[in-house]
């Protein structure tokens, strides 16, 4: 599991860096791209082993309501409108927030993966104690 871990964050890390570079063209680079910084270098921290659990479950319920917020009218209709646009070029603000409530909720799955291990760690150390 451990390696899994570690893995499973390096892939996440520079996948996160990719999505900060992706928005620097979006209408709102300077929201949406420290947002995923930040899940990168919580990312960076889970592959080191270190799951700050207070700052990891700010982020996390941010990233939920954020993603409430953004929640789109239909997903099927969101969905479709993507297959018949064949390109990935925002048309439509709803397009757009769409794809930052996924974007948010992708952030939120990954970090509350990390805060899982960094309870689950801290709950070992503590019955060691």
């Known amino acids: 599991m451990k390696n899994f871990s570690k893995y499973f964050f390096v892939f996440w890390f520079f996948a996160f860096l990719l999505f900060a570079y992706w928005q620097l063209n979006d209408p709102d680079p300077e929201i949406w791209a420290p947002i995923y910084i ?51 070029t925002m048309k439509t603000q709803e397009s757009e927030e769409a794809r930052e409530t996924f974007g948010l909720l992708i952030v939120a799955a990954v970090l509350s993966f990390s805060a899982f291990l960094g309870w689950k760690k801290q709950k070992t150390q503590s019955q060691k104690l």
């Open 38 to 88: 930040g899940a990168a270098l919580f990312s960076a921290l889970a592959v080191k082993g270190k799951h700050p659990l207070i700052p990891l479950s700010i982020a996390i319920i941010a990233c939920i309501i954020g993603a409430i917020y953004f929640f789109p009218d239909s997903v099927t209709e969101w969905v479709s409108y993507e297959m018949e646009q064949k390109d990935l």
